[in-house]
C-alpha cells in the first residue's frame, strides 16, 4: 500500500499487473481504477483481463477469476479479454499481453499474423492494434469516463500465493540483512568522505552490492519459488554483498576510531536515539562509562554485553573502562514443578517443562498478557499440502493437522546478570532439531527468542504462537514505508481470505490502553486470527525444490508487552533495534560524541543517508509512520551551505528549503516520504 506515492514519486504515473485477477475466492471488482496509498497518493492501476472467451452456460468458468500475461493473441482471447473486463463504463481501450513469458520466448511467428489479422474486423470480436503499454496508458487517460473512475484504497491483497512470505526462509533473511547492511555501509562512507575527504566515497562498489541485491529480489528468487540450483548461487551473491559491506565498513571503522586504547566506539546507524544491550567482544572490564552514567558489564560465551543509554542518532559514542561496584542480578529464577518462576523488573513469568509460557504477568501495568488457559512461545508443525504450486501457495485448510513441538532434551538457564537473564532450551522433533536462548533484559521490555532450527521436515509449516488477551478487532502490520490495519475477524469472504498476510519487522495488537508487538529479524508471514498472535517461520514446499528450507536457519523473533498503543510504545523504533544491532569497534573516535543527523520527533524515520549519485551533496531520505502530520526539525552535524527536495530519483522537485546554520524544518504529511539533498559547508 506504499507503492503508488513509491512510484509517483519515481516518476511513474501508471501501474499494470495481472495476477490480482488470480484471487482464490473474491473477484477483485475493477481492472481499471485509481490505486490510492497510505498517504493519499493515488496512480492509475490496469489490470491485465485476458483469457479465453467464455461460452455461455460454460460451468467450468464458473467462479474462475484467473486471467493470463501469456496470451496467445487468438479471436477467443482477444473476445475473452473484453468479456472479463469489469469496467466498459469507464473505458473501452483494453490491454492484452501476448507471447511465452515464463522462462522467456516472447510472441511467435503464429502470434504477430493472428495479431496482423486480427487488426481486421471480425463479428463479435474487437480489433486489435500494437502499441506499447505507456502508449496504451495515454490512451486510457485520454478517453476514459473519469466520473467514472473507481477508487481502491489501500493494499492490494493476493488472495493466493501467500507461501511466497515464507519459503526458502535463509534466502529471505540474507535478503533483509543486505538491505540494512547496504544501507549501513552508504552511512559509514558518506560520514567518513565528510569528515576526512582522503576516504573516497565508494560508489562503484556499492551500485554493484545494491544491484546485485536487487538481481536477488527477482521473482522467483526472493519469493523463494525458484528451482535448487538458484539458491546455490544467491548464497555466493549474498555473501559477496556482506563481504564488500564488512571491508568498506572495517576500513572507515578502522579511520574513524583512530586512538587505539582500551576505549570502545559504539555506533548507532538508525536514525533515533537509543537505549539498547551492545555487544563488546573481549573486554575485563567490569563497567563502561560515557563520562556521565556508569555501565555494569556482563560476561556471556558470546563476549562482554552492556545496557548503553543515549546512543546518538547516525552518530556514534565513546565508552571507556571504568571501576565500580559489581551488580547485582535483577533477575530471580526458582524451580516450579518441572518448570520455572522467573521474576523480572517488568514481568512475573510462568515457564512449564515444554519452555512454553503458561503465565506472562505485566507487574507495571498490572494485567496477564496472555489469554486464559493458553501458553506463549507455542511452536507448533502444520501438514502443508496446498492444492497445486508448492513453493507459492499455502491454502486455507493448513491449520487442519498440526501437532505441538516437544521433545524437550536439555532446559537450563545460561546466563543471569546485570544486563540479562537467558533461558537456553533444546528440541528434537523427528530428527529436526530446535534451540532457542530466550534473552530477558533488566532495563528493556522486550523478550527475545533467539532460534536455531536444522530443519528435516518436507511439505511442513512451523510456526510459533502467542495468544494474546487484548480487546482489538485489528491488528497493525508493518511494510516498507508506514503500515497497514486488517482485521482480525472473518465476517465477509475477503476478511476469511486473510488467513495469511505479509508484514515486515513488526505486528501489533492493541485496545486503548495496552497492546503487544511481534517482531522479527527476517520474517514476513503472518495470521492474528482470534488473537492469536502468530509468526510463520519455515514453510518447506517440494516444487520446484524438492529440498527447499531443508537447512539450517538462525533467525530471533521478539515479543514486546507495551503500556499504550504501538505508536506511544516506540514500537517502530524497538523493532528497528532488533534487526540493526548497535556495533562496538576498538578504539577511541576523535571526539567522545558524534550525533551526524537526527530529527526531533519520533514519529518521523529518518532512514537513508547517502552520497548523491552525481556526487552533489547528501541524500538524507525520511518518512512519517504514524499517520501524523508532522512540523519536524532535521538537524547536521555539520553546517548545512544549502538544502533541496527531490524525488526518489535525485531530481530536484522543489525551490531550496530553509537552512538555519545547521537545521532544517519542514512539515511532513502522513505516511510521506520526504528525500532532500543537504550540502553542508565543508
Request: net charge negative; aromatic share 14%; hydrophobic share 35%.
Given at each position: 500500500a506504499a507503492l503508488p506515492q513509491i512510484l509517483q514519486k519515481s516518476g511513474i504515473p501508471y501501474f499494470m499487473t495481472t495476477k490480482i485477477g488470480w484471487n482464490e475466492f473474491n473477484r477483485f471488482p475493477h481492472d481499471t481504477f485509481l490505486w490510492k496509498g497510505i498517504d493519499g497518493t493515488e496512480v492509475l492501476t490496469h489490470l491485465i483481463s485476458t483469457r479465453n472467451y467464455q461460452k455461455p452456460g460454460d460451468l467450468k468458468m464458473v467462479g474462475n477469476h484467473s486471467t493470463t500475461y501469456n496470451g496467445l493473441q487468438n479471436a477467443s482471447q482477444l473476445m475473452g479479454?473484453?468479456?472479463?473486463?469489469?469496467?466498459k463504463d469507464v473505458s473501452t481501450e483494453v490491454l492484452t499481453c501476448y507471447g511465452y513469458g515464463d522462462g522467456g520466448g516472447g510472441p511467435t511467428e503464429e502470434m504477430l499474423e493472428q495479431s496482423r489479422r486480427l487488426e481486421h474486423s471480425i463479428v463479435e470480436c474487437p480489433a486489435a492494434r500494437q502499441t506499447g503499454v505507456k502508449e496504451f496508458f495515454h490512451i486510457l487517460e485520454d478517453k476514459m469516463d473519469k466520473k467514472r473512475l473507481a477508487v481502491w484504497d489501500g493494499e492490494l491483497y493476493l488472495e493466493f500465493h501467500r507461501g511466497t512470505y515464507t519459503s526458502m526462509a535463509q534466502n529471505k533473511k540474507y535478503n533483509r540483512k543486505a538491505e540494512f547492511k547496504n544501507g549501513e555501509t552508504e552511512l559509514y562512507a558518506a560520514m567518513a568522505s565528510l569528515l576526512d575527504q582522503k576516504y573516497l566515497y565508494p560508489q562503484e562498489q556499492l551500485e554493484h552490492s545494491w544491484k546485485l541485491l536487487l538481481l536477488n529480489q527477482f521473482h522467483d528468487i526472493l519469493p523463494g519459488s525458484s528451482i535448487h540450483e538458484v539458491y546455490e548461487q544467491t548464497k555466493k551473491e549474498y555473501a559477496e554483498i556482506a563481504e564488500t559491506s564488512a571491508k568498506l565498513i572495517g576500513e572507515r571503522m578502522e579511520a574513524l576510531c583512530g586512538t587505539k586504547d582500551e576505549s570502545v566506539t559504539v555506533w548507532n546507524t538508525l536514525g533515533h536515539r537509543r537505549n539498547d544491550v551492545v555487544v563488546l567482544g573481549e573486554t575485563a572490564a567490569e563497567a563502561m562509562t560515557d563520562g556521565t552514567t556508569v555501565y555494569p558489564v556482563q560476561q556471556t560465551k558470546d563476549g562482554a554485553i552492556v545496557y548503553a543509554e543515549n546512543l546518538p542518532s547516525k552518530g556514534y559514542q565513546v565508552l571507556r573502562p571504568t571501576s565500580g561496584a559489581a551488580a547485582e542480578t535483577p533477575f530471580a529464577v526458582t524451580e516450579a514443578g518441572e518448570g520455572y518462576t522467573l521474576e523480572t523488573p517488568f514481568y512475573t513469568i510462568q515457564i512449564d517443562a515444554n519452555g512454553e509460557f503458561t503465565s506472562l504477568f505485566d507487574k507495571e501495568n498490572d494485567r496477564e498478557v496472555l489469554q486464559s488457559g493458553t501458553t506463549g512461545n507455542e511452536l507448533r508443525i502444520y501438514e502443508d499440502k496446498p492444492l497445486q504450486y508448492s513453493a507459492w501457495n499455502l491454502d486455507i485448510f493448513h491449520t487442519e493437522k498440526s501437532w505441538k513441538v516437544e521433545g524437550v532434551r536439555r532446559m537450563e538457564w545460561t546466563e543471569n546478570g546485570p544486563v540479562r537473564a537467558t533461558l537456553e532450551i533444546e528440541r528434537e522433533v523427528m530428527d529436526t532439531v530446535i534451540r532457542q536462548q530466550i534473552h530477558f533484559?533488566?532495563?528493556?521490555?522486550?523478550?527475545?527468542?533467539?532460534?536455531?532450527?536444522?530443519?528435516?521436515?518436507?511439505?511442513?509449516?512451523?510456526?510459533?504462537?502467542?495468544?494474546?488477551?487484548?480487546?482489538?478487532?485489528?491488528?497493525?502490520?508493518?511494510?516498507?514505508?508506514?503500515?497497514?490495519t486488517r482485521k482480525l475477524h472473518t465476517n465477509t469472504s475477503w476478511d476469511q481470505a486473510r488467513f495469511e498476510v505479509c508484514g515486515h519487522k513488526w505486528a501489533d495488537i492493541s485496545e486503548g490502553s495496552y497492546g503487544v508487538s511481534l517482531m522479527n529479524d527476517c520474517k514476513y508471514g503472518y495470521s492474528m486470527k482470534n488473537r492469536v498472535m502468530t509468526q510463520t517461520l519455515i514453510k518447506s514446499g517440494t516444487e520446484p525444490n524438492l529440498t527447499a528450507d531443508q537447512e539450517e536457519h538462525f533467525f530471533t523473533y521478539s515479543l514486546y508487552p507495551h503500556a499504550g498503543t504501538w505508536r506511544e510504545a516506540g514500537t517502530e523504533q524497538e523493532a528497528l533495534n532488533l534487526n540493526v544491532p548497535a556495533k562496538a569497534v576498538a578504539g577511541a573516535a576523535e571526539k567522545d560524541r558524534m550525533e551526524f543527523l537526527s530529527v526531533?520527533?519520533?514519529?518521523?524515520?529518518?532512514?537513508?543517508?547517502?552520497?548523491?549519485?552525481?556526487?552533489?551533496?547528501?541524500?538524507?531520505?525520511?518518512?512519517?509512520?504514524?499517520n501524523a502530520r508532522t512540523k519536524v526539525t532535521l538537524h547536521c552535524a555539520e553546517a548545512i551551505a544549502s538544502a533541496e527536495e527531490t524525488d526518489l530519483l535525485e531530481n530536484p522537485i522543489e525551490d531550496a528549503l530553509d537552512v538555519k546554520e545547521n537545521e532544517i524544518e519542514l512539515t511532513i504529511k502522513p505516511y510521506e516520504i520526504r528525500t532532500i539533498r543537504i550540502r553542508t559547508a565543508k
Open positions: 479479454t473484453w468479456q472479463r473486463y469489469q469496467d533484559y533488566a532495563k528493556d521490555r522486550r523478550i527475545d527468542f533467539e532460534t536455531y532450527v536444522d530443519w528435516k521436515f518436507a511439505e511442513h509449516v512451523l510456526k510459533v504462537h502467542f495468544p494474546v488477551d487484548v480487546h482489538s478487532d485489528e491488528a497493525t502490520f508493518d511494510i516498507q514505508f508506514g503500515n497497514v526531533d520527533k519520533r514519529d518521523v524515520v529518518l532512514e537513508t543517508v547517502k552520497k548523491a549519485e552525481d556526487g552533489d551533496g547528501v541524500i538524507v531520505r525520511l518518512y512519517e509512520v504514524e
